[in-house]
């Protein structure tokens, strides 16, 4: 399927591992002129190089943290017209007990997940209602809808996002701007390898890959019966990022295997 977004600008904030960088290849596989970004150098540089000769396109690499002003004004230096943005970030530690969290890890918390992608927003959209096309996708967490305490420094600020994203889809759909979330389950990629050592620490357990593997499996059944990677979500992720997603207006897509058992 020709998602008919060769030569399109667009931004992959957050692109250098994980479901960030399925969905910047996916971009790139289509031609998109791309830019990445993340806060570790050498890994983005790299995925930067090896994206563009695996797809022959332009990946440029903008070394920013989008949860921060300066690592924003990176972001919009180096690329000041995108057709499309989408944003992930590395999700916050999980937590263990409610009673230990703290107004600062509130505060970051809401400053990374909520406040950055917010103010990503806010500043292209403009840009895009005057040219008449723009596409925005978030990759939050489908915590957001589905609380879970563990996730609970994760989900109250994706849950005001989304509400956020829900509201502005509306007023900017018009002018040929639409934004859309992803809400991903629990996917076995890079950032949640890294997590294990927090979550075993919330619950107690000793931090070895198949015991904490196994209680999370006990504990969150997912009806597919795996983890997905992240070439799970990249398609759908790219879809949203093309014309094709132009009667697609404020939605919040779950995809976790099943996990979230409702019926919206």
Known sequence: MDLEIKGKKAIMAGGSAGMGRATAE?????????????????????????MSE????????????????????????????????SITIKPPAPNGDFLKVTPDMWRNSIETTLIGPIEIMRHYIPGMKERGFGRIVNIATFSAKNPMIWRLMSGPARSALINYTASVSREV??????????????????????????YASAFGLEPK???????????????????ADAG??????ALLCSPLSRFIVGQNIVIDGGQHASLF
């Open 26 to 50: 996916r971009l790139a596989e289509e031609g998109a002129d791309l830019f990445i970004t993340a806060r570790r150098e050498e890994r983005l540089v790299k995925a930067a190089q090896e």
């Open 209 to 227: 890959q198949e015991i904490v593997a196994e209680h999370f499996m006990a504990n969150n059944k997912i009806p597919a019966g795996f983890m």
């Open 173 to 198: 759909a018009q002018y040929g701007v639409v934004i859309n979330n992803l809400l991903p389950g629990m996917f076995a990629t890079e950032g949640a390898s890294e997590l294990l050592e927090d």
């Open 232 to 237: 799970d979500l990249a398609p759908m992720a």
């Open 54 to 85: 695996q797809y022959n396109t332009i990946v440029t690499p903008v070394v920013a943290d989008s949860s921060t002003e300066e690592g924003r004004q990176a972001l919009f230096a180096a690329c000041p017209d995108p057709d499309i943005l």
